[in-house]
């Protein structure tokens, strides 16, 4: 896992073109959070997808990971707690290969994930988002963008 501002993300580059095209695709347009509409980048199967949403108890969420994507997520407007652990100490609940998504149940360690951030969350990651907590916002505006594993 990946966790900076966005002012260091060309720090990254080149070890992946994916990440500087997709925050720069992220910061030269804009979208409507509202109606959640996805956008490729590319012609190589990256897609993003704005995400606008109310942030609950860790008890009501998910702990998730993806197989087949690798998450870049950037933090638009708000402050949300992002729980992390590595799949290996968690216990799997089931994996749905349609929609590439994977749920766990286990520890997280939960970082703030403030507006301007980003983090990279690879198929080891395992991640809760939309947490709230000290100093979070109710509601956040966020980028997700998902990279095809082989495009990394």
């Known amino acids: 896992?990946?966790?900076?501002?966005?002012?260091?993300?060309?720090?990254?580059?080149?070890?992946?073109k994916a990440l500087s095209a997709s925050i720069d695709f992220i910061l030269s347009n804009t979208f409507s959070f509202r109606d959640h509409q996805t956008s490729k980048i590319g012609t190589k199967g990256i897609y993003v997808i704005p995400q606008e949403y109310s942030l609950t108890k860790k008890e009501d969420r998910v702990i998730e990971s993806h197989r087949k994507h690798i998450d870049i997520q950037v933090m638009m407007e708000g402050m949300e707690y992002l729980g992390y652990a590595e799949k290996n100490s968690l216990q799997s609940l089931g994996y749905h290969e349609e929609h590439?998504?994977?749920?766990?149940a286990g520890s997280l360690t939960f970082l703030p994930f403030h507006k301007d951030f980003f983090a990279v969350l690879f198929p080891q990651d395992a991640h809760m988002p939309g947490v709230e907590g000290p100093g979070s916002t109710s509601t956040v505006k966020k980028m997700v963008v998902k990279v095809p594993l082989g495009l990394w």
């Open 100 to 104: 590439d998504f994977e749920s766990w």
């Open 1 to 16: 896992m990946i966790v900076d501002s966005i002012c260091h993300a060309k720090i990254y580059d080149p070890p992946s």
